[in-house]
């Protein structure tokens, strides 16, 4: 836990380090917003007065979605640069856990995407999403971006820690960022995918998370489709169960390396 | 009837000792190949041996980084598999390449360092600051490592290392691409650790007069074999006084037959084209040599005296010149 913790503060005073890195950070998901959201809200917005606003309320999850996996594969990225030039080691040759320090890297790459999180959702605010009255409403969202965050960290760690080439731990990261992030309803609702994509949408944990979000944090987006036919119950359960199997799988491709 | 000298040996503590070590990577790569090491407490043991000899690979293996195929390792009695968490409370080590992390300043790193074996905030200052004293980089302390040239990051390095007070240190080519002024700085404090603390040190290096310089005791490696063991002087005591080194063309065998029953030889050795003869003063018997050479038709090319080295030691016993680049 302290070596878990230690590991988190290393990596955040790395990053503070870099203010290039903190303004990219902020920046990114700014861009998405107004160039992507925007962008979609007006073509939406041609059909009802609502349905821009809608628009917006309801793609705010899936960007935040798509941020966690920047952050995540970026903090793969980081992670594997850690183990070329050898920086692990001197983690491997310390009394501390094997997996705190994975923990500790996903959790600093978790941090990073809360804090994403939060711009993106006051700046879509800004641009016209709703929120719900759900008293728990931030916290609740809060938690289901940390268990993605920490799910899709221990895939990035998992490629990272089986490859030594950096292009290949990019090649490989891409075939799993793609399907994680378009065979889902984070920017088209999940009635409008034909059969084959909607299977696909119910197995992959972002739909769990996206739409918790729409269900917790954001307002109704009624000309959107409905969101009910996933219980928010359930959407905690994926959000965990994957923060669980991602760290497994990762720690099994860290401990399989260093063997 | 027991020795009376190696039954004080033998009573000595074992700091490090491994039984069979073996580390096999892929079906044909055969890194270590079955070795006993046994190092006594509180000496300065060296791994001498080209780059590919297996070194690195049995630091790896004695710091928990990887595991054996098979035999076994201990650590002040602690088997390196079985309980590498508690072998990893008593060691430090430095790698063979230099793992500094660029954005954290000197303190930063050693503070970090003494955090993850969980040293109380006390403890720690005071030994961050007596160890940046030590290696003298108490200037630099509050700037990023990568501002620092290679001899300071090695000095750090070593600060981190020592800043647990482990029981063992292990130093993978402590000196590996340092100039001569560095290398006797690191020397230096390598010395110093050895007079004041009781520590163990364990370092591997392709540099000859390292090991010469610093070890109590030196394994020759090779082929993931150590080879020959003994404290500098017995390895160096054993080519004669001085050493006789030739390169040539000719009738070598007959050459050979002849000049290993001179009186003077001390050994001999023929290996790749060299040959190496130890003999009890080698200007004066220069002249013998080139004669017996001549009367047996042995062109010689080369001709070189010189008191005899580690190198020479590894010479005769590999075949191979180790050169020290």
New interface residues.
């Given amino acids: 836990m302290?070596?878990t913790f230690?590991l988190w503060q290393?990596q955040m005073?790395?990053a503070l380090?870099?203010p290039e890195e903190i303004v990219g950070m902020l920046i990114q998901p700014i861009l998405w917003v107004i160039l992507f959201g925007v962008g979609m809200r007006s073509l939406m917005g041609t059909t009802t007065p609502d349905s821009g606003n809608d628009y917006m309320t309801f793609v705010v999850p899936g960007i935040v979605a798509l941020t966690a996996v920047s952050a995540a594969i970026a903090g793969g990225s980081t992670w594997l640069n850690e183990r070329l030039?050898?920086?692990v080691?001197?983690?491997?040759?310390?009394?501390?856990p094997r997996l705190s320090i994975l923990m500790g890297n996903a959790t600093s790459i978790v941090t990073k995407v809360l804090i994403q999180s939060i711009v993106i959702l006051i700046v879509g605010l800004l641009m016209g999403a709703k929120l719900s009255d759900h008293p728990l409403g931030l916290i609740g969202g809060l938690l289901l971006i940390a268990g993605y965050g920490i799910g899709f960290s221990g895939f990035a760690l998992a490629v990272a820690s089986s490859t030594d080439s950096s292009e290949g731990y990019h090649m490989m990261i891409f075939l799993l960022q793609l399907p994680l992030l378009f065979l889902s309803n984070s920017l088209y609702p999940l009635q409008t995918l034909p059969a084959w994509m909607k299977i696909g949408a119910y197995a992959n944990p972002t739909t769990y998370v996206v739409t918790g979000l729409r269900q917790i944090t954001l307002g109704a987006a009624p000309t959107m489709g409905s969101i009910a036919d996933i219980p928010l119950w359930l959407c905690f359960v994926v959000s965990g169960a994957f923060a669980v199997f991602g760290m497994y799988i990762a720690l099994r491709a860290f401990i399989k390396a260093?063997? | 009837m027991v020795d009376p000298v190696r039954l004080g040996v033998a009573m000595k503590e074992e700091a490090i000792k491994t039984k069979d070590l073996t580390k096999q990577f892929d079906t044909d790569v055969l890194a270590v190949d079955n070795i006993e090491l046994s190092v006594l407490k509180n000496t300065i043991y060296a791994l001498l041996g080209p780059n590919g000899a297996g070194k690195t690979t049995t630091i790896s293996m004695l710091t928990t980084l990887i595991e054996p195929t098979s035999g076994s390792a201990q650590i002040i009695g602690l088997d390196v598999v079985q309980n590498a968490s508690q072998v990893r409370q008593q060691i430090g080590v430095t790698f063979q390449e230099i793992v500094l992390d660029p954005d954290l300043t000197g303190r930063e790193t050693l503070d970090f360092h003494a955090r993850l074996f969980g040293i109380g905030k006390p403890e720690r200052l005071a030994r961050i600051d007596e160890l940046l004293k030590l290696v003298e980089l108490e200037e630099a302390a509050d700037r990023r490592t990568k501002t620092y040239s290679g001899g300071m990051k090695r000095r750090l390095e070593l600060a981190r290392g020592l800043i647990t007070k482990p029981r063992v240190l292990f130093l993978d080519e402590p000196t590996q691409g340092l100039d001569p002024q560095n290398r006797e700085n690191i020397w230096e404090y390598i010395r110093t650790l050895k007079a004041n603390k009781d520590t163990t040190l364990l370092l591997t290096t392709h540099y000859m007069d390292e090991a010469e310089a610093l070890a109590d005791q030196v394994g020759i490696m090779d082929h993931g074999k150590i080879i020959i063991e003994g404290s500098p002087r017995e390895l160096i005591d054993q080519m004669g006084a001085d050493n006789v080194r030739i390169m040539g063309s000719g009738d070598k065998d007959a050459f050979c037959k002849n000049v290993k029953i001179l009186p003077f030889v001390e050994s001999f050795n023929s290996a790749n084209g060299t040959i190496q003869i130890g003999v009890d003063h080698g200007n004066r018997r220069l002249v013998e040599i080139v004669e017996t050479a001549v009367k047996n038709e042995f062109h010689i090319d080369d001709i070189a005296v010189s008191k005899p080295s580690l190198g020479d030691v590894f010479l005769k016993y590999t075949g191979r010149q180790l050169r020290d680049k």
């Fill in positions: 302290n070596a230690l290393k005073k790395k380090v870099h030039i050898g920086i080691k001197e983690y491997l040759a310390a009394p501390i260093i063997k």
